[in-house]
């Protein structure tokens, strides 16, 4: 018995040519179909090699799955957005040029707590940021407060005593009203892909589900962020609406520029009756050490970092 001559193997490429094909029985028509659905895999496997090769050396367009904060992409944008441009009562700090004075975190965030309704939100952190882009991620958000004229951005981190929910509440100082309208507005379509960064804390932090706002104040913009801690979405017993009223108590800061910029509005009297006049407003916290600017000087009446104002009678 003769021992059988045992086949050499076929190079790869020899195994798709047309008469190794046909070798195997295949038609005309078949050895097309099966050459021509191996070049096109052929050419598709390149493009692919070639695109990892050019990501790799260009860097790509990382995807931003972590969040400078320690927050994963979901936890650090809302799912849900709306926006209010600005109402008349802000027309006196409509420009900057008339509330020239900075924001401090000491300013806006001065109490401790905040409530409204069943809701107390207790303070866990505060920061304020000269750069605007240091307080968000995504580069068409960087670019709509860089078009904006941004130049402040004010964070304070909030949570309810027992822990469940968490608030966020960012103000920022733009240019005029025309540029925090425009603001508020682009977030509606912007913020999916870049949003405020949350604040870091070890004692609470944003889940996978929250919402937000923004809302125009003359040439001040607010964004209210609040959710759940445990990321899970509201049900029947979980308030947002008040739960983001009460964040949104840290706007008193703002309430407190205009009335000094444009005073407090006479209020009426009815014949006979003894004439009363408005309260001030609450004054604005004041910073350690500073002084209150005397009366006649410039800027008195103006509140500047780390000033209490005093309203202007009527």
Request: glycine share 10%; with cysteine.
């Amino acid at each position: 018995m003769t021992k059988r001559k045992r086949r050499s193997a076929v190079p790869a490429a020899e195994r798709w040519t047309d008469s190794a094909l046909a070798e195997w029985g295949l038609s005309e028509r078949q050895r097309r179909i099966l050459i021509w659905s191996g070049a096109v895999v052929a050419v598709l496997a390149i493009a692919l090699v070639l695109t990892l090769i050019v990501n790799s050396f260009a860097g790509g367009q990382p995807a931003p799955a972590q969040m400078a904060s320690g927050s994963d992409i979901g936890e650090g944008r809302p799912a849900a957005y709306q926006a209010w441009k600005s109402v008349k009562e802000f027309a006196p700090i409509a420009d900057r040029k008339a509330d020239a004075a900075p924001l401090t975190a000491q300013e806006v965030f001065a109490p401790r707590t905040l409530t409204t309704g069943k809701i107390t939100l207790k303070r866990v952190g505060s920061r304020l940021d000269g750069s605007c882009a240091a307080a968000v991620w995504g580069a068409d958000v960087t670019g709509a407060l860089a078009e904006a004229g941004c130049t402040q951005a004010v964070r304070g981190l909030y949570t309810t005593p027992d822990g469940v929910y968490v608030a966020q509440y960012t103000l920022l100082n733009l240019s005029d009203v025309q540029a925090a309208d425009g603001l508020v507005q682009r977030l509606t379509t912007l913020y999916p892909g870049g949003w405020v960064l949350p604040l870091e804390s070890a004692r609470v932090r944003f889940g996978a589900y929250s919402e937000a706002s923004g809302t125009a104040m003359g040439h001040y913009a607010g964004l209210v962020w609040v959710g759940r801690a445990d990321g899970v979405e509201p049900g029947e017993n979980d308030d947002f609406v008040t739960l983001a009223l009460a964040a949104r108590e840290a706007e008193k800061a703002v309430f407190r520029r205009v009335v000094a910029v444009a005073g407090l509005p006479a209020v009426p009297t009815q014949r006979g009756a003894a004439p009363d006049t408005a309260q001030p407003s609450e004054p604005a916290p004041s910073e350690p050490g500073a002084s209150q600017p005397g009366a006649g000087q410039p800027g008195a009446g103006q509140p500047g970092a780390g000033q209490s104002v005093t309203p202007r009678p009527t």
